[in-house]
């Protein structure tokens, strides 16, 4: 029996070998990054006060609030959380009592929430596993962006670039239809988002629609704080429209990450855990579904705060993250990003947003509503000058308006790849 056990651990590990050979690894290689892989999970996964798995397969830990990954920053050791900002924007309690009735009949919650919530005094925090590390580029690389990516739009550059000079794929392989507005002091933004569940052609691309809060120029120094949904089958390892955010202090280098794979953002929030499925997602034609996000800047604290929905106030960025948005943004941007690695030497037939053109409309189109922004008065104000950005409207569109119920709103998205973009 024991020479049979012998035999099949000595298979078990040429197979191994020759596993990662063919990945370029030598077995020593390998083995040393799988080291590496459980130290990081060690670090990044913290002790459960208690765990719920999601029906999609997620398992949630609760974590003590002051055990959190933030707290491995070490300007951070001795944090005092502050609970609850100092001041909410004006404006948005009336618009809240506005949508409050839309909210109840359809709310929008995340899947976990099906099997448990966390107690008060911890967080939900999505556990990373071993194969998502084992994903990524590196280690070092899990969670973060990928560096080459231009993964906020700089319109007014781009806008003067052919589609030959930044090749079909956009700059970077990255696609955007954004609306954006410049040239003013901004504290904040908010939008509503309407939530599907894009198709993606390759693991190695995304599709997501976000908000973009910018700082600073698009090179090597660029402040960006980013929330939204996103289909990302490489960081996730599967294709759920899940929330998320981002944040980078040096344009993607070696600053920041998504949700709270890092030290940075603080959470305050028992109910909402970012990286976790959003549920339900809209149907073509049928109902609808959206999630409402505010990012602004504590006036007194100059903390920027996140708020999910009506109700959940999820956390913060501490302003020292940042260089230029210690002060405030330069531009805003809504909209939606894929990645088109171009397979085959064609276009990528990922999907952004619905998956259909803007001028499908309402519940085929997907869409941002009440897109806002937050003067240096706190104020949340509709945005003035808005623009819009795609890189090629064969690919993915995008196209605003504006009326009563919906304040200014664009509609954008696409299929990728069809007989007008091949």
Known sequence: M?????????????????????????????RTRRSAVHRHLKRINKPALKTIQSPDG????????????????????????????TFHPDGLFELKEKEEEKEKEKPTLQHWHVNGRCPEGTVPI???REEDVLRAASVRRYGRKRRSAAAAPDPLSMSLSTDMEMGSGGASGHQHAIAYVQGDKYYGARATIN???????????????QIWILGGSFGQDLNSIEAGWQVSPDLYGDNNTRLFTYWTSDAYQATGCYNLLCSGFIQINNDIAMGASIYPISNYGGSQYDISILVWKDPKEGNWWMQFGRDYVLGYWPSFLFSYLADSASMIEWGGEVVNSEPDGSHTSTQMGSGQFPEEGFGKSSYFRNIQ?????????????????????NCYDVQSGSNGDWGTYFYYGGPGKNPNCP
């Open 2 to 30: 024991a020479a049979h056990i012998s035999v099949s651990h000595s298979w078990l590990v040429l197979f191994l070998c020759l596993f990662l050979m063919a990945a370029g690894l030598s077995c020593a290689e390998g």
């Open 58 to 85: 997620d398992m949630i830990d609760c974590i003590h609030i002051s055990h959190q990954p933030a707290f491995d920053h070490p300007f951070l050791r001795n944090h005092t959380i502050q609970m609850r900002p």
């Open 126 to 128: 999505r556990r990373t």
């Open 195 to 209: 939530v599907w569940q894009p198709r993606i052609e390759q693991s190695s691309e995304f599709s997501l629609s």
């Open 373 to 393: 922004v937050v003067d240096e008065s706190n104020n949340l104000r509709a945005p003035k000058g808005v623009g819009t950005f795609t890189e090629q409207s």
